[in-house]
């Protein structure tokens, strides 16, 4: 029976069996339809060259998804003050690009042009190829005689390649009300970054002040109704490409990206999100299509399929990176202590990743797996008791068998792709495989267990790397205690009961940094002195690792 509901799995929305949303208490915010009301904030922000109808770059340039032969190139070009992103107005350009081995552009290797029109919201990519493996260029746009900024990129190394380390800044939930983007900043400082990992939730979709502010916006979102239509998703994005450390990052290092929910709506699922309601904020169907749009337009990110994420780089013989998309095939999420999370015609992948991951995970021959994944894979659950004791109790009393999930939105509350996973990487002896993965507002290190309940006798299948917010809410945020507070608290009583987890930090905010050599994979984890201060520090707080051939993290007490 079990076989026969895996197969039923599909690479489409909407299960057969997917529950119906269920009734929303919330304020239906209904969008704007000025446009001077979206492009307000943007336009006051143009400089003296775009008030003389002369195009400009206000939202920077960006490169990224590195191959070894090429990278994407990214910018948006404002030909006329009124033509802000989503307004639909301004008239077509020439938008050329440059790129070259120094940053005097002495030395060039590639030049091209592409329009950029109000169809595309006058963004434009160039995806650049004929480039040689692990070496660093700098790129720029030019339109109607104004150059862009300046940037560097740097290509992957050859397939065959071997590779002596690899680098990257890791980073997740970047709410901009919440605060100072200071992490991004921190990171492009750095200057020894291969590329960087966004492993989602890079804009919020909320109106001003209705997530994560508690009332106190350090800055406000622009448009400041929740973002339903196409102009609305087109105008959230460029008000984050707006932040000057954001353009500083992307300027420094091309980025990986995958999306989570909140480039969508909140708990986002194939036919519905929690933060949507049919009819009276339009269709699903056309608000998904409206913000994967969106997204496609303004990030640097070459679609695997049509609108999805999920895809594969490849860093020579060294590493291996599976980028995952856990919204658009997904099933609807259960309530915590639903026994239906253990349902096996229940998916968080669809069964087309599914497979694809697996036999991808299998067939490579990289010294290391590394997995992009949007929520964390690792369990994390209360009230757990011997796995003797537990499935037969859990199973009488239709309960989860692996303890009582406490976030059913990530695989926790999609028990069975998680089990089919982490035994198809024991069964195949698959080793060295690292989730690298954000959403949850907290940094952790865990082992992956195949079996939580009887952990550590029984193995560990991977290892987990979890990075927090660079600014939306930790938990000492959302009950309002000095930093360190809650982590005191809880730390201790989430260890006792998942003995998988060896560090987790519930308060703070900041980034990772992942280095990785043929012996170990280290994330080094750093935290800012404040996520509301734009000047605000960076400080080295943990770092563990993972050595070949171990499956299992270890504490080290100085960074890379």
């Known amino acids: 029976m079990t076989s026969r509901l895996r197969s039923s799995r599909s690479a489409v929305p909407a299960p ?23 492009a307000g904030p943007l336009a006051a922000a143009l400089p003296a060259r775009a008030a003389r109808q002369t195009p400009a770059f206000l939202h920077g340039v960006a490169s990224g998804d590195p191959l070894p032969d090429g990278v994407l190139l990214w910018t948006r070009v404002t030909p006329v003050p009124e033509a802000t992103p989503g307004s639909g107005l301004g008239p ?26 109000a169809a595309s919201d006058h963004t434009v990519k160039a995806d650049i190829r004929g480039l040689r493996p692990a070496t660093d260029y700098w790129f720029r746009f030019s339109a109607g005689g ?38 991004y900043r921190h990171l492009a400082a750095r200057g020894d970054l291969d590329a960087w990992l966004h492993l989602g939730d890079y804009i919020y979709e909320y109106a001003t002040g209705a997530y994560g502010t508690r009332g106190r916006a350090v800055r406000p979102h622009a448009p400041a109704h929740e973002i339903l239509t196409l102009a609305d998703y087109r105008l959230r994005h460029g008000t984050y490409k707006t932040d000057p450390d954001l353009q500083a990052l992307h300027a420094a290092a091309p980025v990986v990206a995958i999306w989570d929910d909140h480039e969508i709506a909140n708990d986002t699922w194939s036919g519905g999100a929690e933060n949507h309601t049919e009819g009276a904020e339009g269709t699903w169907a056309a608000r998904q299509a409206a913000a994967k749009q969106a997204y496609f337009e303004w990030m640097p990110v070459r679609p695997a399929l049509a609108g999805t994420t999920y895809r594969r780089l490849r860093f020579g013989r060294l590493a291996d990176l599976s980028l995952l998309d856990l919204r658009s095939f997904r099933s609807q999420q259960v309530s ?91 069964a195949h002896a698959v080793r060295n495989t690292v989730f690298l993965t954000g959403d949850i507002h907290m940094a952790w290190a865990n082992d992956v267990p195949v079996n939580a309940g009887t952990y550590p006798l029984s193995p560990s299948a991977a290892t987990e790397f979890v990075v927090t917010s660079v600014t939306s809410d930790n938990l ?11 982590t005191a608290l809880a730390a201790p009583l989430i260890r006792a009961a998942n003995r998988h987890v060896h560090w987790v930090d519930t308060d703070r905010h900041g980034y990772g940094v992942l280095d990785v050599t043929a012996e170990r994979a280290q994330m080094d984890y ?20 993972t050595r070949s051939g171990t499956q299992q993290a270890e504490r080290v007490y100085d960074p890379v």
């Open 336 to 426: 915590p202590g639903d026994g239906d999370v253990d349902d096996p015609d229940r998916t968080l992948t669809g069964r087309a990743q599914l497979d694809w991951l697996k036999s991808g995970l299998t067939a490579s021959d990289t010294t290391w797996r590394l997995v992009g994944t949007s929520v964390m894979i690792s369990p994390f659950a209360v009230g757990s008791l011997p796995a003797s004791v537990l499935k037969p109790l859990a199973k009488l009393l239709g309960l989860p068998q692996e303890g009582l999930a406490v976030n059913t939105d990530q695989w926790d509350g999609y028990t069975d792709d998680r089990r089919e996973l982490l035994t198809h990487l024991r």
């Open 476 to 486: 000492d945020d959302i009950v309002r205690v000095p930093e360190g507070t809650v």
């Open 526 to 545: 750093y935290v800012l002195s404040s996520r509301t201060r734009a000047d605000a520090t960076a400080t080295w707080a943990r770092s563990y690792r």
């Open 146 to 183: 104004t150059d862009s900024p300046a940037a560097r990129t740097r290509t992957a190394p050859a397939a065959d390649a071997a590779v002596t380390g690899l680098r990257f800044g890791v980073v997740s939930c970047s709410n901009w009300e919440a605060g100072h983007f200071s992490a």
């Open 16 to 38: 057969a069996d997917a529950h119906p949303p269920s009734p929303r208490r919330r304020t239906v915010v209904k969008a704007a339809a000025a446009t001077a009301a979206l």
């Open 92 to 117: 077509d350009i020439e938008v050329s690009w440059t790129v070259a081995r120094d940053k005097a552009f002495t030395d060039v290797v590639a030049r091209g042009s592409a329009p950029a029109t």
